[in-house]
C-alpha cells in the first residue's frame, strides 16, 4: 500500500523560505510520478510542482515558477518542494501525490502539510 507522509510546514513570515518533504513508501516508485499540490480555505485544490522519479522532468503551476523548486531523493524515496520567497497568499494546505507515469490522475495523496505566511 502507498503511503505518503508530508513534513516540514509552519508558519513563516513574508519573504521567508521552507523545505517540505515527502516520504514515500510501498510502492515501486519509478513507474511514478511525482506532484505537490495546494489548497487555501475557501479555493479549490491547486497544482503547485511535479516531477518524475528520476528527477530529470519538472514542471510548475505558475503560482510556483519562479520562487518554489522541487526535487526528488530517489534512493531515499523522498520528495521535497522548496518554498522561497513566501507571501501571505501562498497560505495553505500543502498536499503531496503520486501517479503512474502514464496517467492523467494523481491516485495517492498524504495527509497534508499546513503553512501559513504571515505578513
Known amino acids: 500500500q502507498v503511503q505518503l507522509v508530508e513534513s516540514g510546514g509552519g508558519q513563516v513570515q513574508a519573504g521567508g523560505s521552507l523545505r517540505l518533504s515527502c516520504a514515500a513508501s510501498?510502492?515501486?516508485?519509478?513507474?511514478?510520478?511525482m506532484g505537490w499540490f495546494r489548497q487555501a480555505p475557501g479555493k479549490e485544490r491547486e497544482f503547485v510542482a511535479g516531477i518524475n522519479w528520476s528527477g530529470s522532468t519538472t514542471n510548475y503551476g505558475d503560482s510556483a515558477k519562479g520562487r518554489f523548486i522541487v526535487s526528488i531523493d530517489s534512493p531515499k524515496s523522498t520528495v521535497y518542494l522548496h518554498l522561497n520567497t513566501l507571501k501571505p497568499e501562498d497560505t495553505a494546505v500543502y498536499y503531496c501525490?503520486?501517479?503512474?507515469?502514464?496517467?492523467?490522475?494523481?491516485?495517492?495523496w498524504g495527509q497534508g502539510t499546513q503553512v501559513t505566511v504571515s505578513s
Open positions: 510501498g510502492g515501486t516508485f519509478r513507474n511514478f510520478a
Open positions: 501525490a503520486a501517479k503512474y507515469i502514464d496517467s492523467n490522475e494523481y491516485h495517492y
